[in-house]
Structures are given as C-alpha cells and as structure tokens.
C-alpha cells in the first residue's frame, strides 16, 4: 500500500490469460501500469474499469508515455477515477458467486 504505482508485467504469448495479481491490483486504489499486449484480456479489463495504464511491453515509446500518465497523476495528487461498480463485478468473491451461482443452476452442486 506504500507504492504509487502498481506495475504488471504480462508476457507476450499468454494471451487470453488473466493474472490474479491483476485482480488483487484492483482491489486498491492505486493506479496499475500493465506492460502487455494491448490487444489482450488485461488491457481490456484495464480499459473497462478505468484503473491504469497499458503500454506495449516492447515498444519503449509507450513504456515512457505510460509512465509519465503515472507520474503525473503522482505529482499532481491526484486519484486515478475508477468505475468501482465494474471493479467489484471482478472480485475473487463476485466471480466466485457466479460460478456458484452456474454450478447450482446446473444441478452440479448439492
């Protein structure tokens, strides 16, 4: 909780793939500079919650534009505006009522 920015790296080549660091980032209120690939689950995720920043993480050029958005929103106090509806809809606990939720309409559990 002592950091400014929460960084994640996400390889190339593991696309599709969520990262349950990316979900624990969430939950904070720090903003998360994710080097990934853009097009992928966790730049839309990021997108969609309004929570940090996507850069490529082999294009320097983008790297240093992200990084500078982080800065600044550090050296200007300022919070990062989240949609905290969408981030809860993404918690351990939400995603883990609805797969109860599906596995009781599907008569799995008892």
Known sequence: ???????????????????GKLFDYLATNKPIL???DTDDVIAE???YTGAGFV???SDIGDIKRA???CY?????????PRNWDRISKNSRRSQTQILIDY???QNILM
């Open 72 to 80: 600044l929103l550090w050296k200007n106090k300022e919070v990062l």
């Open 45 to 47: 995720l990021l997108k």
């Open 1 to 19: 909780m002592e950091t400014d920015v929460l960084v994640m790296v996400h390889p190339l080549g593991r696309k599709g793939v969520y990262s």
């Open 67 to 69: 990084i500078i958005k």
């Open 103 to 105: 596995l009781s309409a």
């Open 34 to 36: 994710a080097l990934c």
């Open 55 to 57: 850069a490529c993480e």
